[in-house]
């Protein structure tokens, strides 16, 4: 089938205008569709309905295919799903528009560390002119390539709805609590993050974190060829002693690498390994590459960034945080810090991370409109101050170490008071920059 009669669907309403919507509509304008565009903020454009996700007009419905973003509600996708609507993701439209025959499609999803890992893959493909797309903040509906090296950024939010998207090579990373106020339950976040293997083959590749027990325990039937890494023991690819190994072969040793601190960039590290690998299938031209490349990498900003030392006192930015598991992973780090946290939960468990706050976290400085959750949270087994804003955090904070280092890990989503986790990030390094 030509591109043309693969993006041609007919009547195509887009709900939500936001990267992946613009993207969308920016594609399928090409294809003779009669696009409408149903938004919440009123825009400039003549195909424009303002719309209430509450209550919906019919002209809603009237579509032969129904494009959401990914911040629609879920109750609102049901909606259409219910009415048997032809629904797709933004994702999806964009795997319509290349040829899958004469490309390579490398996804990663999971709750933590997958913009760091698409990072990774995409700087380590470079040289074989690899395409970053996805969730990293490039919608797919953007590329014009028929075939090529694509890298994709995979959400929840995206693989929930898919239906031939398919990837050669599905990285997994892990797998906890997130998101639960959009998917309602445990069972539908993992139901989709599990659809990126759904449409593999026997020529395809899946890369699992073996030391994710929730992953192995309800990992899906697949006809592809499954690899696994760890930190813990020995897999496919695996760390032990400073060392990477793939397939028993070690290929790197990360003294030489002071750009890739803590234990969530080992395991971002591992996945992109075996991802390149499936890529490539040269173990040698494997090593040559990371040894190469690796240097240059740069993490990026607000994922555990050290931002300063002051009188001996490091400050670290890990304002990405927005859930338990991170804050875990961050904790993983030191032996001892203060932890500054905030933001909105989103039903998380902060259960999981309360034996290793008893343990690493001398005590908690909780900021903004959901301080007072984090203080009855961790209350009972750390010592917790409460602020209205991250500023009045870092000064107590600061003035009160021993000599401990200052995690800033929220755990929580940045829009209590910021634009984003990057705004938050930002503002708690002009702050820390402004300490003396």
């Not at 259409?80 to 993701?89: H, I, M, S």
């Not at 890369?207 to 994710?212: G, M, P, Q, T, Y």
């Not at 904790?331 to 810090?337: H, P, R, S, T, V």
């Not at 929220?410 to 390094?429: A, E, I, N, Q, T």
Request: hydrophobic letters at 40%.
């Amino acid at each position: 089938m030509s591109r043309i009669k693969k993006l041609y669907f007919g009547k195509v309403n887009i709900i939500g205008f936001g990267l992946s919507g613009k993207a969308v509509y920016n594609l399928l304008k090409n294809f003779n569709n009669e696009i409408k565009i149903f938004e919440h903020s009123k825009i400039n454009s003549k195909e424009f309905i303002k719309i209430n996700f509450d209550a919906f007009n019919c002209d809603i419905y009237n579509a032969d295919l129904i494009v959401p973003s990914p911040g629609v509600p879920y109750k609102t996708l049901l909606k259409f799903l219910n009415k048997n609507l032809r629904v797709l993701p933004e994702i999806e439209i964009g795997y319509y528009n290349i040829n899958p025959n004469e490309s390579f499609l490398i996804g990663i999803t999971g709750t933590n560390g997958k913009t760091t890992t698409s990072l990774l893959i995409d700087h380590f493909l470079k040289p074989f002119n690899s395409n970053l797309y996805g969730n990293v903040g490039n919608a797919f509906c953007n590329n014009r390539k028929e075939k090529g090296l694509f890298i994709l950024e995979l959400s929840s939010f995206q693989l929930s709805i898919i239906k031939k998207f398919r990837v050669n090579t599905a990285v997994f990373l892990n797998i906890e609590e997130d998101h639960l106020d959009w998917h309602l339950t445990f069972e539908n976040y993992l139901n989709s993050k599990m659809n990126i293997f759904k449409n593999q083959n026997e020529n395809d590749f899946r890369i699992v974190n073996l030391d994710d027990k929730k992953i192995i325990k309800n990992l899906i039937v697949s006809n592809s060829k499954t690899f696994y890494f760890s930190a813990n023991e020995e897999a496919d690819c695996y760390f032990k002693n400073g060392k990477i190994f793939l397939f028993s072969k070690k290929i790197l040793e990360l003294k030489n690498f002071p750009n890739i601190f803590g234990i969530h960039n080992i395991y971002n590290l591992l996945s992109s390994t075996l991802a390149i690998w499936t890529y490539l299938k040269n173990l040698d031209l494997v090593e040559k590459i990371l040894n190469e490349r690796l240097i240059s990498f740069k993490v990026p900003e607000h994922r555990l960034e050290f931002v300063r030392e002051i009188n001996g006192i490091k400050f670290y930015n890990d304002s990405k945080s927005t859930n338990p598991h991170s804050v875990k992973f961050a904790l993983m780090n030191f032996e001892k810090c203060i932890l500054i946290m905030g933001g909105l939960t989103k039903d998380a468990n902060f259960e999981i991370i309360k034996d290793i706050v008893k343990q690493k976290v001398s005590f908690i400085v909780s900021f903004g409109k959901n301080k007072d959750f984090f203080y009855n949270e961790f209350k009972d087994i750390v010592k917790v101050y409460k602020f209205d804003d991250l500023e009045s955090a870092v000064k107590f904070a600061f003035e009160n170490s021993k000599g401990e280092p200052i995690l800033f890990s929220p755990g929580g989503s940045s829009f209590d008071l910021f634009k984003d986790y990057k705004h938050r990030g930002k503002v708690f390094k002009e702050i820390v920059n402004k300490l003396h």
